[in-house]
């Protein structure tokens, strides 16, 4: 038995394997890489959140995922695999059949991810009708039974209305159901709160912890919003400039950033309690380095307090010690302390 | 929904009032129809009888009362010109107009938004490009010159399809296609820009997300969107078309509408004219009005607000 | 009744400036436009047609080899020069009373350009004023304006211009003044509703603030502002009023003999077109490629007013 195989066959309990994937998009100027080979996995029943700024491939990865890049993206992975599917060589068609069936989506925007023109009860069933081939009837009753699930009453009068009768919240409630509707092994929340009122954002996120953790789905929580992960994920992954910089499980993140990207991140929330009112949160000066053409070295070392000269080499991968991993060459040591002392002052 | 209905019902009506005031007056004022009527060979004492004879002497406005309310009772008088009255001129003729215009649409509106569908699917192409020529090409023809081209290669050279006449329905295919052209490219340009825009929303990629079929992605979700529009352009363009439907039956000598009003504009037959002008402005506000009761009915977003 | 449904052949308003793309490297403004017409087939052909349109129908009297009315009987019909019977005396041939083809075409380009251009500025002024004013004000005078361009939409155009034409005696000017009359709907509906969107722009609110009189404001701040769809709409009328002029011309109703409409010679060529074709196809031909011309310049412009790509 090859390494490989052997590897194959370990790694075959996880749900989804990504290996180096990378996300190239012709621009005026250039090439974007948008995503710069990122490595994750996600476990089955476990709620993996990806953490960045806007712009950092969070977005790019999960269409990546879903097989809806925008027709002149490039994709190349050396592993890309959902449940031991290789999705970088499955046609169109039968990607399509898992789209919806087995890994499903829910987008940012509810009040325009809906189609104007059609019912919620005709946009819900037909994902169902497609993928197992069932009767309109049998559809509805699924249809009413999650919308009642997800907290909207009066379900049955909704089926017959259409997207522009409901506010955004219910919307990205019907939204969930829709992700649900062919009880999926997968589901990708790309900021499924972020367009919602914050009374609303909460009941959201309460209820996407519930149903997944009542289904058994895997989920990716896609978030610019690190006070959102500590609520509801299991495990943390942090993207910058298109890399994976950091991941762990949830408490080992929020007591040893290994990052300073993290570290910078979670300074940034206000913790009830810690933070004294009036004081100034703190921000992370400077700005992202452009995606277009090639990034030499530490992409974060313009912006990070302890950028050190050997950070214009590109950091490794680090092993930390729980599964946790980091993308800076100090994640596992002190920074040396400043040479010229004067320097500092 | 009923009150909008009932205020463009309202609009519809009291616009064609202020075109039959309008096309009268502008007949009545803009030469001495006395004059033209008796042509130009005729002595002074002529004119005044045929000034006297036709009630030109009246005051306008008592001339456009007597009128309008005879029109209110489709009686729009007696063509100077024929042994006959407007209306059984009208109606003798108005078939053979709508047949052309509602073929022609039929064929714009067959060409036309597969044609948009195919351009916008496959964007900056050259199946795009063609589309585009074909387009800006109907754009800049002029139909007169377009329909004698067809006359001199379908039905002269190549001898397949008559040239004139409304015997049967081979005699419209040449004037159809000519008359279609017209109206295609605004059609086509606008199911094109109105499909990509559609195709580049939200709601295509949550259908995509559903892992639906192409198909069902591209004429379910994209085309019932995009399409809202284009009806209604399809219906002004039928008025336009029935409006320009002079052109073309004079090419290709049709007997409709158009050419009466033609032969009724060289012969001077005045109630002829505001008849046919009357009548053509009245069918394009009924069709713009379907065309607003179309639009509410295809959106959801006003039908049920 | 919408008055939408014209508008959805102009493209919606936009600031300008914002129209000029994102170039990286500063680049001098004029070579960036130059750039960005020659980056535009389209616009470049249209540019490079109409231009030598203008140019043929100023130079006319020198470029003519023939004068345009000259008629020369025992000459009559004489086919092009590509045919086995044509000769280089008469390049496009001669029409039924022995005048050059050539020569009247060129000449016709005066016609159709003149056409164009005082059509499309007579009406240009009375659309622009109608739309700007009904934009402007809203309320009361956009509801009686957008009913008068409501009403003009119903009006079958070439059925009253035939009819009127015909009334007045077709002339040039009669002709160019109905047209003028006629044709303004497009710029009302356009300005109008690009007026409307300028209306509570910052610098308009600012200059009214500020008490600036009416007229400063409607000519200073928002007439620059909706000229560049102004100056589409003017591409696409001045096509559409050259059209109308072919077509009534051609129906006998418009530019009267002996004068080289192109129309008029479509027309005059009618009863020859079975066995002797290109007379009706040589300004047929040119009709069209003035019209393409035009279109092609009006759709590029239109494209550079408005960065999201092509309509």
């Not at chain 1, 890489?33 to 490595?39: E, L, M, N, P, Q």
């Not at chain 3, 616009?43 to 345009?68: E, K, T, Y």
Request: charged share 15%; net charge neutral; aromatic share 6%.
């Amino acid at each position: 038995m090859s390494r490989l195989e052997v590897n194959n066959l370990l790694e075959v309990n996880n749900l989804l394997e990504v290996n180096n994937l990378r996300v190239d998009l012709p621009v005026e100027a250039g090439t974007l890489h948008a995503v710069r080979g990122i490595d994750f996995h996600v476990e089955r029943g476990e709620m993996l959140c990806l953490v960045g700024e806007s712009g950092c491939g969070k977005s790019m990865t999960s269409l990546a995922l879903m097989g809806l890049l925008p027709r002149k993206a490039r994709l190349t992975a050396d592993r890309l695999q959902f449940d031991g599917i290789d999705l970088t060589t499955l046609p169109e068609r039968r990607r399509s059949d898992l789209r919806g069936a087995r890994m499903s989506m829910i987008f940012q925007e509810p009040m325009t991810a809906l189609n104007p023109a059609y019912t919620l009860g005709n946009q819900l069933c037909e994902g169902l009708i497609r993928h197992r081939g069932v009767s309109r009837r049998e559809a509805r009753d699924r249809a009413l039974y999650l919308l009642e699930r997800v907290g909207i009453s009066a379900a049955k009068d909704r089926l017959e209305q259409y997207p522009h009768q409901l506010s955004g919240g219910l919307r990205q409630r019907v939204m969930i159901a829709m992700a649900l509707m062919c009880e999926p092994d997968l589901i990708i929340a790309d900021e499924p709160t972020t367009a919602l009122d914050v009374t609303i954002q909460a009941q959201i996120l309460r209820l996407l912890r519930e149903l997944q953790q009542e289904f058994g789905t895997a989920v990716i929580f896609i978030t610019h919003d690190l006070g959102v992960v500590a609520r509801i994920a299991d495990r943390v992954a942090v993207m910058y400039a298109g890399e994976m910089i950091e991941s762990a499980p949830t408490p080992a993140l929020y007591a040893n950033p290994a990052h300073p990207y993290t570290r910078g991140l979670l300074s940034c929330i206000p913790a009830p309690g810690k933070t004294p009112p009036g004081s100034r949160l703190q921000a992370i000066p400077g700005v992202v380095p452009s995606l277009v053409g090639s990034v030499e070295g530490c992409a974060f070392r313009n912006r990070c307090p302890q950028a050190q000269p050997a950070c214009e080499r590109t950091p490794p991968l680090m092993s930390l010690p729980g599964d946790h991993r980091a993308r800076c060459h100090y994640a596992d040591r002190p920074v040396p302390a400043p040479l010229q002392p004067e320097m500092s002052s | 929904m009923g009150t909008f209905i009932f205020r463009r019902v309202l609009v519809a009506m009291s616009v064609a009032l202020t075109i039959s005031i309008v096309s009268f007056m502008l007949l009545h004022l803009s030469g001495d129809l006395a004059t033209s009527i008796a042509g130009p060979e005729a002595t002074a004492e002529q004119v005044e009888q045929i000034r006297i004879d036709y009630g030109l002497d009246q005051p306008i406005v008592n001339q456009y009362l007597d009128w309008l309310g005879g029109a209110l009772t489709f009686d729009f008088g007696h063509s100077y010109y024929y042994q006959s009255t407007v209306v059984d001129l009208i109606v003798d003729r108005m078939p053979i107009t709508l047949t052309l215009g509602g073929v022609a649409l039929a064929l714009a509106v067959s060409i036309s938004i597969p044609l948009g569908v195919l351009a916008a699917l496959k964007r900056d192409t050259w199946v795009d490009r063609l589309a585009l020529l074909f387009a800006v090409v109907g754009q800049a023809m002029p139909s007169f010159w377009f329909g004698l081209t067809l006359i001199v290669v379908f039905a002269v050279t190549l001898q397949w399809l008559p040239a004139a006449g409304s015997d049967g329905w081979q005699h419209f295919v040449l004037p159809a296609i000519a008359l279609g052209y017209y109206a295609t490219p605004a059609m086509m340009r606008l199911t094109r820009t109105g499909m990509l825009e559609v195709l580049e929303s939200d709601y295509i990629r949550t259908a995509r997300a559903k892992g639906l079929r192409t198909g069902a992605v591209i004429f379910k979700h994209a085309l019932r969107n995009a399409i809202i529009p284009v009806v209604a352009l399809a219906a002004v363009e039928l008025g336009f078309m029935l409006g320009g439907s002079v052109v073309i039956e004079s090419v290709f000598s049709l007997n409709g509408l158009g050419q009466l009003a033609w032969d009724a504009i060289s012969r001077n037959d005045y109630p002829v004219v505001q008849a046919v002008v009357l009548i053509i402005a009245l069918f394009y506000i009924v069709l713009t009005l379907l065309a607003d009761v179309a639009n509410a009915a295809l959106d959801p977003r006003i039908r049920t607000r | 009744m919408t008055t939408s449904n014209v508008s959805a052949t102009v493209s919606s308003a936009r600031r300008p400036g914002a129209s000029l793309g994102e170039v990286p490297l500063p680049v001098p403004a004029w070579s960036r436009v130059t750039r960005r017409i020659f980056g535009h087939r389209g616009l470049a052909i249209g540019l490079i047609v109409v231009g030598l349109a203008v140019l043929i129908a100023i130079f006319a009297p020198l470029l003519a080899p023939h004068d345009p009315y000259h008629q020369d009987i025992a000459n009559r019909m004489v086919p092009p020069v590509w045919h086995d019977k044509g000769s280089w005396v008469h390049v496009l041939g001669t029409d039924k009373l022995g005048r050059d083809t050539l020569s009247r075409l060129l000449f016709g380009t005066r016609i159709s350009l003149t056409i164009g251009l005082v059509v499309a500025l007579i009406s240009g002024i009375i659309g622009t004023t109608l739309g700007v004013l009904a934009g402007y004000f809203g309320g009361r005078v956009d509801a009686v304006i957008s009913y008068i361009i409501t009403t003009r939409l119903a009006m079958p155009v070439v059925l009253v211009a035939l009819a009127l034409a015909s009334l007045t005696g077709g002339s040039l000017i009669t002709v160019i003044l109905l047209l003028g009359l006629l044709l303004w709907d497009r710029f009302a509906v356009v300005s109008r509703s690009v007026t409307q969107q300028m209306r509570d722009a910052e610098y308009v609110y600012a200059a009214r603030t500020l008490g600036c009189s009416l007229p400063y404001i409607l000519l200073r701040e928002v007439l620059p502002n909706i000229a560049g769809s102004l100056i589409v709409v003017m591409t696409l009328e001045m096509a559409h009023a050259i059209l109308l002029e072919a077509t009534l011309s051609f129906l006998g109703m418009g530019v009267q003999p002996p004068l080289p409409s192109w129309g008029l010679m479509v027309a005059e060529g009618k009863a020859y077109m079975f066995f002797q074709p290109w007379v009706i196809a040589i300004p047929g031909i040119a009709l069209f490629l003035l019209v393409l011309a035009i279109n092609l310049l009006g759709d590029g412009l239109r494209d550079l007013n408005a960065p999201g790509g092509r309509n």
